[in-house]
């Protein structure tokens, strides 16, 4: 069994910052990628970013520049930094892994539980 726990969230004035974690912990054989996507009140969850153990990146084309993301694969663990946080930018931020839990296992997918971040004045 795999879990993902993500800390990090919290309430930021606009223009600040924040670096999210996560971190996976079970049966890990292998982990493809890990990534970040969000869900703002009302609205469908959202690509922000992934990550493949490799170090190869993909960015939601809005966030480019302000959000960063690294891994960090011998602690299985996925950051988000964000940079000049706005309004918009509050939502629940969910990370995911996709992973194998032994050599001959089938790719899983596996979602974190959610960290919220609120930008407000």
């Known amino acids: 069994q795999v879990q993902l726990v993500a800390s990090g969230g919290g309430l930021v004035q606009p223009g600040g910052s924040l670096r999210l974690s996560c971190a996976a912990s079970?049966?890990?054989?292998?982990?493809?990628?890990m990534g970040w996507y969000r869900q703002a009140p009302g609205k469908q969850r959202d690509l922000v970013a992934t990550?493949?153990?490799?170090?190869?990146?993909n960015y939601a084309d809005s966030l480019k520049g302000r959000f960063t993301i690294s891994i960090d694969n011998a602690k299985n663990t996925v950051y988000l930094q964000m940079n000049s946080l706005n309004p918009d930018d509050t939502a629940v931020y969910y990370c995911?892994?996709?992973?194998?839990?032994?050599?001959?296992?089938?790719?899983?997918?596996?979602w974190g539980q959610g960290t919220l971040v609120t930008v407000s004045s």
């Open positions: 990550i493949t153990s490799g170090g190869s990146t």
């Open positions: 079970g049966t890990i054989f292998s982990i493809n990628a």
């Open positions: 995911n892994a996709r992973l194998r839990s032994g050599p001959w296992d089938r790719l899983l997918e596996v």
